[in-house]
């Protein structure tokens, strides 16, 4: 079942998503070379604190730290650790959760440590980028779950990959709802499966984690010994970006941007919906 919310219940989750994207600004400044990924989870719980937000990551499932660092070839679910020290050339991607009076927020983006990185990273940042702004473009009214899918693969396999070959759409993982938990229904493929049919329509108060994760190489990827680490099977390295959004009667929100994706939704001739929190 689809959690559908109220505007008061999508005001506290724009609440949540607030406090994600104060972590975001405080870890994207924190993550310089020689800096431990453990180094990042204690900047994340400050903000935490300071804006009297819980962790929805912390103990998830088992989970032992606050955000998730994945570093070049991991994907996604990279413990924090004192032995992981950020090298000029690294990549990577910041995933992270807050919760407020029991509403969610979700998002990750990914970081380029120091400098000197090769177009070829650089492009493969900005194409997942693009790719969940296209997701997000097309949740409206009328749509249809496989419709945000559509956009995110048909945009990745539309750009050039320098060198040539082509991006891996990571298979394994995807974008989900989220409400009153974390991950929810339904789950949200970012590339069309022709068995999994349609799925639901969109309509006012549906609220996604949109999160697309693209390799340099491979869909396909593996867990270490931790239960935790998600690698690509080929080693090569891997972009993830995301955001929560909710949908208005008066159109997307981006509940974990600063500016509830006003100025990028622009750019795609979209109107974002007025910030309920002014």
């Known amino acids: 079942m689809v959690q559908i919310k109220s505007p008061e219940q999508i005001a506290k989750m724009r609440e949540a998503g607030l406090v994600v994207a104060a972590i975001h600004a405080a870890t994207r400044e924190a993550a310089v070379p020689g800096a431990s990924t453990k180094d990042l989870d204690q900047v994340a719980r400050k903000v935490l604190a300071e804006h009297g937000a819980k962790p929805n990551f912390l103990g998830y499932g088992g989970f032992p730290a606050t955000i998730c660092t994945s570093v070049n070839e991991v994907v996604v679910h990279g413990i924090p650790s004192d032995d992981v020290i950020l090298k000029d050339g690294d990549i990577i991607s910041i995933d992270c959760g807050a919760i407020i009076d029991g509403w969610h927020g979700d998002a990750a983006y990914t970081a380029f440590?120091?400098?000197?990185?090769?177009?070829?990273?650089?492009?493969l940042s900005r194409v997942t980028e693009e790719s969940m702004w296209a997701g997000i473009a097309a949740m409206k009214q009328g749509n249809r779950l496989v419709d945000i899918s559509r956009a995110i693969e048909t945009y990745i396999r539309r750009q050039p990959k320098p060198g040539g070959g082509k991006?891996?759409?990571?298979?394994?993982?995807?974008?989900?709802?989220?409400?009153?938990?974390?991950?929810?229904?339904?789950?949200?493929?970012?590339y069309v499966d022709r068995k999994r049919g349609k799925g639901p329509k969109l309509v006012p108060g549906f609220c996604l984690a949109i999160e697309p994760m693209v390799s340099l190489g491979t869909p396909r990827t593996e867990v270490l010994s931790d239960d935790w680490t998600v690698i690509t099977t080929d080693g090569t390295w891997s972009s993830h970006w995301e955001h929560s959004v909710a949908l208005t009667e008066q159109g997307p929100l981006v509940l974990t941007a600063p500016d509830g994706g006003k100025a990028k939704l622009a750019e795609l001739g979209i109107t974002a919906a007025p910030d309920p929190l002014g």
Not at 113 to 123: D, F, I, K, Y
């Open 167 to 190: 991006y891996g759409i990571i298979e394994d993982y995807g974008g989900h709802g989220i409400g009153t938990e974390m991950h929810m229904d339904p789950h949200l493929l970012n």
């Open 113 to 123: 440590v120091g400098s000197g990185h090769s177009p070829e990273l650089v492009e």
